[in-house]
C-alpha cells in the first residue's frame, strides 16, 4: 500500500505540476485537496487490500495535486528576493506537518482505533481546502509564451543551465535525504548491541524523530545563510559537509552510543540544510512561462533519486552482510556519494545568480 502511494504521486507529479503553467494552480490544490480528504475518509472504513490499495493510489495523486502545485500557487503570489524565505518555509511546513500527522495519528489510534485517525485526517485536509478557498487569490497563468504546449515549456527547462544545475543537485540531496531516513533506525538498532547497559539511553526512534526536527530549522537557516553568503557557496559547503559528515557516521557504530546519536544529529541538521534554498533556486531560475513544469521536473527527478537512492544502500548491505561493520560503513559512503554529486551539479550554472 505504501509502495502504490508513493508510485502514483511519481508518475502523476509532472502531469499536475506542469498543467498549473496553463491552469489556475489553486484550482488544481483545491482539487487534490478534495481529492485526499475523500481517499481518507473512504479508506476509514473500507475493507479488503484492493480497496485499500485504489484508495492509497487517490491519495497519492492527491499529494501530487498539493505539494508542488502549492509551491507554483505560493510563487505565484511572492517575487523578489523574499521568495526564497517564503519557499523555505513552505517547505518546512511540509515537514512540519507529516511530523504532527504521524503524531495526530499515533494518539488518535490509541483512544478510538485506526479508522478514526484517517477520518480526522480526511477532515483536517477538507478543512484545509475550505481555508484555501476562502483567503487564496488564483493562481497567475501567463499568455504568450507561457500558453506554450507542454514540450515547447520542457524543452525550455530541459535547456536552462541554471534550472538543470539546482534539479539535479535536489536529485543528489533527495538521494541522501530518504537514504538517511530509510536506513537510519536500522543503523542505529545495529550500533546498539555493542553500548554496555548503563542507564537510560534513547530508542533508535526517538532518536530519529529528533534528526527530524532538528532539520526543519536546519532548512530555514540553510536558506538564510545562502540569501547572506551566496546561494552556490553556502550550498557546496553544506553538501560537502554533509556528505563527510554521513560517511563519519557509518564507521562510527561501535563508538559509545552517545557520540554515535550526536553525529547523527548533526548530520541529520546538515542533511535538510540545503533542501529549502535547491528548491528556491530552482523556482527563481525557472525559464519565463515554465515554473510549473520547472517544479514538475524537479520533483519527479528529486522522487526519483529518493526511491533509487535507500535502494542502493540495501543492495550494498546485501553483497557485504558477511561483515556488516564494513557494510554499514559502505552504506554510508553509498549515501554520501550520491549527495557529493549535488556540488558537481551545481557547476552547470552558467552565471551567478545567488542574489535570487
Sequence with gaps: MSAVYYGAYVITVPILTAWTDQRDAKRILCIGLITGSLA???FAWASGIWTAMVLRVLAGISLAGIYMPGLKLLSDHIQGPLQSRYVSF???????????????AGEIHLVWGWRWAFTVSGLLTLAGCIM????????????????????????????????????????AHMWELFSMRSWMVTFLTYSRQFQIASGWAPSPTQVVALINLFGLPASIGGNELCRRWGRSRILRMIMWSSALVGIAVGFSSRLPYGWVVGLGLVYGVLVLGDSASLTAGAVASAPHGGRGTTLAVHSTMGFGAAFLGPLATGVVLDLLRGNAYLGWSMAFICMGAGCALGPLALRLKQKDDDQL
Design 40 to 42: 481518507s475518509l473512504c
Design 90 to 104: 513552505y517547505t518546512a511546513s511540509f515537514s512540519l506537518g507529516t511530523s504532527l500527522s504521524y503524531y495526530l
Design 132 to 171: 484555501m478557498l476562502l483567503t487564496v487569490p488564483a493562481g497567475k497563468v501567463l499568455e504568450g509564451r507561457g500558453a506554450d504546449s507542454t514540450g515547447v515549456r520542457l524543452r525550455a527547462v530541459l535547456g536552462n543551465r541554471q534550472t538543470m544545475a539546482y534539479v539535479l543537485g535536489y536529485a
